[in-house]
């Protein structure tokens, strides 16, 4: 990939993060898989720069197939800035998020959950 094809994917992608930030709260994660698993493009939380996106994404954003306004797909989030996805969540649909029906359907604690419950099930067998 060309320098300037590589600058103009990670500036899409970076768009992403600051279009996808504000919603993160209602957003989803699936606490039984392993974090990063699957993730299209990860982002140091920290520097809020992207740390990896996968050839398919750079290639979809390179030639202008995919867009900070269409992307769909699976974002590793690095909390911490130490290389390591602490969670994955997604966006998908014409809101961005799996639909809350979706989200509220599963049983507690497992499986998809808006970000809200997740942490409230981490403080539950975690307490400080």
């Known amino acids: 990939m060309t320098r300037r094809a590589a600058l103009a994917t990670s500036a899409a992608i970076g768009a992403i993060l600051l279009t996808a930030a504000p919603s993160l709260a209602h957003e989803c994660v699936n606490p039984?898989?392993?974090?990063?698993?699957?993730?299209?493009?990860?982002?140091?939380?920290?520097?809020g720069q992207v740390t990896f996106a996968n050839p398919g994404i750079e290639k979809r954003f390179t030639s202008g197939v995919t867009s900070e306004e269409t992307f769909r797909g699976?974002?590793?989030?690095?909390?911490?800035?130490?290389?390591?996805?602490?969670?994955?969540?997604?966006?998908?649909?014409?809101?961005?998020?799996?639909?809350?029906?979706?989200?509220l359907a599963g049983a507690a604690c497992h499986g998809v959950l808006n970000f809200e419950d997740y942490f409230a099930c981490m403080e539950a067998e975690f307490p400080s």
């Open 32 to 47: 039984d898989k392993q974090a990063g698993a699957g993730a299209q493009i990860i982002i140091n939380d920290v520097t």
């Open 74 to 103: 699976l974002i590793g989030l690095d909390f911490d800035g130490d290389g390591t996805v602490e969670i994955t969540t997604w966006i998908v649909g014409k809101t961005g998020e799996i639909p809350m029906q979706a989200q």
